[in-house]
């Protein structure tokens, strides 16, 4: 009998959870979380919050790029020199990929904020993320990045167009690539299974998450679980007991289901 109760006590018991796991199961579900609200937003919004996002880690990048690069010398020509135009565009052109901080930070700011402003208006159009449309918003990022750079020669319409066309026709190479290797990643989150693979990710149990979506038992219905639902969707009883647990003491799910 005192084995049994201390089975029992055992049982009850919340497993150690990873820290780490933790996290990265949060920072799942807000992800989660802001790409629902972006999607119920208009096509401008969307596109504005995305280009301010896509500037900004830009600028942290081109930022981090000119630091790394303050050290190098950038080559100017000597005062009163005639260069040839294929002169003039390599220096241009080094110039711009030597730059301080400030100045990698801007160009780079502008390069990623306008490719995934018009990455989100092109999959808004087209209803998809596809190769014709991440091949749009590389042209667009590619000619800004030539525009704000002061690449090229002095033909700046020209340079931006063939600028563009390099940066589409590497990001349409990439794209095919990843499409070959996509069968094997893993795949993006449910937003209607998002706070159950997180509340599954911090007991240890993320195997059971197909048994939740095979019986339909999506995030709405957390509140509403009991223990022959979970044991009709083959959750072994140890499980079972935790789940429960946990959607007892989770005070959000309290509160919907009172």
């Known amino acids: 009998m005192g084995e049994e109760k201390q089975g029992a006590m055992v049982v009850g018991l919340p497993q150690q959870q990873n ?73 241009q052109q080094a110039q711009a990929l030597a730059g301080g901080p400030l100045v990698q930070a801007r160009n780079f700011a502008v390069m990623t904020g306008v490719n995934a402003g018009l990455s989100s208006v092109m999959k808004r159009i087209r209803g998809k993320e596809d190769v014709e449309s991440s091949m749009v918003a590389a042209f667009g990022s590619g000619a800004a990045f030539s525009l704000v750079s002061g690449m090229g020669g002095p033909n700046l319409a020209m340079n931006a167009v063939s600028s563009g066309l390099f940066f589409a026709l590497i990001q349409g190479a990439l794209f095919k690539v990843g499409e070959k290797f996509s069968k094997n990643a893993v795949p993006s989150v449910d937003p209607y299974y998002a706070k159950t693979g997180s509340m599954l990710s911090n007991l240890g149990l993320q195997q059971y998450e197909k048994n939740f979506k095979k019986g339909l038992l999506t995030d709405s219905t957390l509140p509403l679980l009991t223990d022959s639902a979970l044991k009709d969707v083959n959750i072994p009883p140890g499980p079972r007991l935790l789940i429960l647990d946990h959607v007892q003491r989770d005070p959000e799910l309290k509160s919907r289901r009172v």
């Open 19 to 91: 820290p780490i796991t933790q996290i990265q199961a949060k920072l799942k579900e807000i992800e989660t979380g802001f790409k629902c609200w972006l999607s119920k937003q208009s096509m401008a919004v969307e596109a504005a919050v995305v280009t301010a996002t896509g500037a900004a880690q830009g600028a942290a990048i081109g930022a981090l790029m000119g630091t790394l690069n303050g050290s190098t010398p950038v080559p100017t020509p000597p005062p009163g020199s005639a260069l040839n135009p294929q002169a003039l565009a390599s220096l």
